[in-house]
Structure formats: C-alpha cells, structure tokens
C-alpha cells in the first residue's frame, strides 16, 4: 500500500492530506460557529492525525482550534508511545494525561484534559462528538465541571460527512482493500466442505486478510462473523 515517511514514521497517508482534512473541518466549524472541536470518536481522530491507537475504553480527544493549522491529540500518558511513531504531528503536539487518573474512583481524567483544552482555547464556542462511544453521562459532567457544558455545540456527524468525499489516495486503498477481500473470499469458499470446522475456515480467511496478495500486504483485522447454525 502507498505510504510517506516522515521524520522516521511510516505514516497512511501524506501530512498534506491530513491538513486538508483539518482545512475542511475548520470550513464545517465555522459554518456551526465553532471556535474549537473536541473529536471523540477514534476513528475520526484517526483520519484527522493518523493516530492509531486502540484505546476508546479511556478519556482521549483530538482538539481542533480554528487559528491552529494542525490539531492537537490529548491521550492518556502510555498511549503518547503510540501516537508518535503512528500520527504526523510532532511531540510538542502530543499532549498527555498522568497514569495515576486510569482506573481511579477518586480521580477523574477530564479535569487534567479539561486544563490542557483551556490553555489552548478561551473561546467557550466548543462543539463536541457527544455521542462518542465511551464519551457518557459521567464524562460529560465530568468535563462540564472544568469546561462551560452548557455552551457545547453539538458535532456529531460532522467529520462522518466530511468523508463521504474520497481523496484520490483513498480511493487507491479502497480498490487495494477490494482486491484483498475478494482473494480472502475465495479462500474461504475453498475450505467450506461438509465437515470442515467453523474456526478452521475463519483461521484460514483471517490468514488471507492478513497476507493480502502477493502485491499488496493485508493488516490485523476483525475475525470474521459466520452465522451458520
């Protein structure tokens, strides 16, 4: 698949492409008056930074500020060992939170992350993805204790919309991914045989989308869901 170096880092796609990403959210931000944008959800601040962590189970964001070319990613401080080699911002960007907040009934991590949001906005025209999966009731008064909650703008959708229009390097991997899972389709209707075990089929289609095709490498995905009794 096409990647950029930068810096030593093997990035998805090139620091342009992500800053036109952001150009455009800012476009969306303004157009909702919005001064500054706390992404929630994984997978968007994955396509806004390249971060690719799988840490949804604790407090984590992305801050977009309209006077900031490139957004900021506030993760929990174990998780900045990811987002350096994954992401194309630089350190100064990566901002953390103490371990001591993970799994504390007496500390929450939304007070240390609200600290680091103000110090990089005054505005309290923030909107918010409030329907991030592990963004709930408890967070959300949480966060609203450091910041004004009852200013928040709400965002959700807003980066989904944005990426309904593909890039042309998009488009690229998807017809990779296409040609991949057509081949891990074909595997999988060779092992299917009377007798054949469920978990055998399934190891062997997770094989082919890992190794891909002889031209194009596959990655770690989910295991495959076969509903046949």
Known sequence: MPTSSQQGRVLAFSQQE??????????Q??????DALLVMNEN??????????????????????QEDEDPWLILREIDTLCATPTSYLPQSRI?????????????????PIGDLIRERTKSSRIGVELTAKTFGVKDHAALGNSLDSSKFIDADGLISKLKTVKSPAEL??????G?????AMQVGRLEIAPGARE???GAAIVNALVKGTPEIPGGVCAFPTMPVG
């Open 172 to 177: 690229a991997y998807m017809e990779q991914a």
């Open 44 to 65: 968007n601040m994955n396509y806004l930074t390249g971060y690719d962590g799988y840490s949804e189970y604790v407090p984590q964001l992305a801050l977009v500020c």
């Open 199 to 201: 978990c055998d089929v």
């Open 179 to 183: 040609k991949i899972v057509d081949r």
């Open 29 to 34: 931000m303004a157009a909702r008056g919005m």
């Open 95 to 111: 901002l953390s939170y103490p371990e001591k907040y993970i799994g504390s009934s007496q500390r929450t991590a939304w007070e």
């Open 18 to 27: 992500y800053r036109e990403r952001t150009a455009r959210l800012r476009q």
